[in-house]
């Protein structure tokens, strides 16, 4: 089969996430996972990044601000590609939200993320832009988790731009909701600790005092009598 030829350039970062280290890992990993994806669909012919052998000039290109389609079609056309594939970081985040139940001090942690890059797909013999978008997610879920779910998502999009109806496209990850019984459970189990504990303690004392010195000094006293 004769099947189009694709390559993913490096993607850029934008003002806003030049400052984040994990916007700069998702720049580095999106490109071969978006690879990953379009391979899996066998529905493109994929160029090795590593074989592109493309100068800083060149690279400089594709990262910079304001590019002509142009210019990157000729860069297509000198890789030996037919589509291209651009990007840029928009964000990446994550951090980790506690919340603390007043009635048990029980601390719950939850890991939220917001991850949204710009993709394009440019035909290298027209210069067209074929596809553009945007993927993001925000929600109660890993850096990790939002980033594959971004890049199957862009994937799909690609695919069925040439292809269309060819791949489903995947639905966000989705987010467990703690509801009240899953508060009355952890509220319940907790009470019961609290409970067994009292227990415990309270059976220690009277252990520890039935066998006191006093105690004990009373009852010989009581027998020399």
């Known amino acids: 089969l004769n099947l189009p030829r694709v390559a993913v350039t490096d993607l850029s970062l934008?003002?806003?996430?030049?400052?984040?280290?994990?916007?700069?890992t998702v720049a580095s990993s999106v490109p071969r996972r978006v690879m990953d994806v379009?391979?899996?669909?066998?529905?493109f012919a994929m160029i090795d990044r590593k074989y592109m052998d493309l100068t800083q000039a060149e690279l400089d290109l594709?990262?910079?601000?304001?590019?002509?389609?142009?210019?990157?079609?000729?860069?297509?056309?000198?890789?030996?590609?037919?589509?291209?594939?651009?990007?840029t970081v928009a964000s990446?985040?994550?951090?980790?939200?506690?919340?603390?139940?007043?009635?048990?001090?029980?601390?719950?942690?939850?890991?939220n993320s917001d991850v949204s890059v710009s993709i394009r797909m440019i035909d290298v013999a027209t210069s067209q832009v074929v596809?553009?978008?945007?993927?993001?997610?925000?929600?109660?879920?890993?850096?990790?988790?939002?980033?594959?779910?971004?890049?199957?998502?862009?994937g799909a999009h690609i695919v069925n731009a040439l292809y269309p109806n060819t791949v489903t496209?995947?639905?966000?990850?989705?987010?467990?909701?703690?509801?009240?019984?899953?508060?009355?459970?952890?509220?319940?189990?907790?009470l019961d600790e609290l409970k067994m504990d009292e227990t415990l303690t309270s059976s220690?004392?009277?252990?520890?005092?039935?066998?006191?010195?006093?105690q004990a000094t009373a009852k010989q006293d009581g027998r020399a009598k």
């Open 38 to 43: 379009l391979s899996d669909s066998q529905k």
């Open 131 to 154: 596809y553009s978008g945007e993927p993001s997610y925000r929600g109660a879920h890993s850096l990790k988790t939002a980033t594959d779910y971004i890049v199957r998502l862009a």
């Open 14 to 24: 934008s003002l806003e996430a030049r400052k984040s280290t994990k916007a700069r």
């Open 92 to 111: 990446a985040k994550e951090w980790v939200e506690t919340r603390t139940m007043k009635s048990t001090g029980k601390v719950f942690r939850r890991v």
């Open 204 to 214: 220690l004392t009277r252990r520890a005092s039935s066998h006191s010195p006093s």
């Open 62 to 87: 594709i990262t910079g601000d304001g590019f002509k389609l142009e210019e990157l079609a000729r860069l297509g056309n000198r890789v030996g590609t037919d589509y291209l594939i651009v990007g």
């Open 169 to 190: 496209v995947p639905k966000p990850p989705v987010t467990k909701k703690t509801s009240v019984k899953d508060v009355q459970k952890v509220g319940k189990k907790a």
